[in-house]
């Protein structure tokens, strides 16, 4: 049987460990939240730059 100290010790690795997962887990978030939005940025450049070589936007025609 476990005595309160080690039971408290072993809630506290588990809060650790709980931690460490939702720490890595939001920072491959970021990284690829971080991806995605100069994806959209490039995107928007590049379209951009068709708009104006064809002489204005979808929204212009």
Same mark, same amino acid.
């Given at each position: 049987?476990?005595?309160?100290?080690? @039971?408290?010790?072993?809630?506290?690795?588990?809060?650790?460990?709980?931690? *460490?997962?939702? @720490?890595?887990?939001?920072?491959?978030?970021?990284?690829?939240?971080?991806?995605?939005?100069?994806?959209? *940025?490039?995107? @928007?450049? *590049?379209?951009? @730059?068709?708009?104006?070589?064809?002489?204005?936007?979808?929204? *212009?025609?």
């Amino acid at each position: 049987m476990t005595t309160p100290k080690e @039971r408290d010790e072993f809630e506290r690795m588990r809060l650790v460990a709980q931690i *460490e997962r939702a @720490r890595t887990f939001i920072k491959q978030y970021e990284e690829h939240q971080e991806f995605y939005r100069q994806q959209v *940025e490039d995107s @928007r450049y *590049e379209l951009g @730059r068709l708009d104006e070589r064809l002489g204005g936007s979808e929204d *212009e025609r």
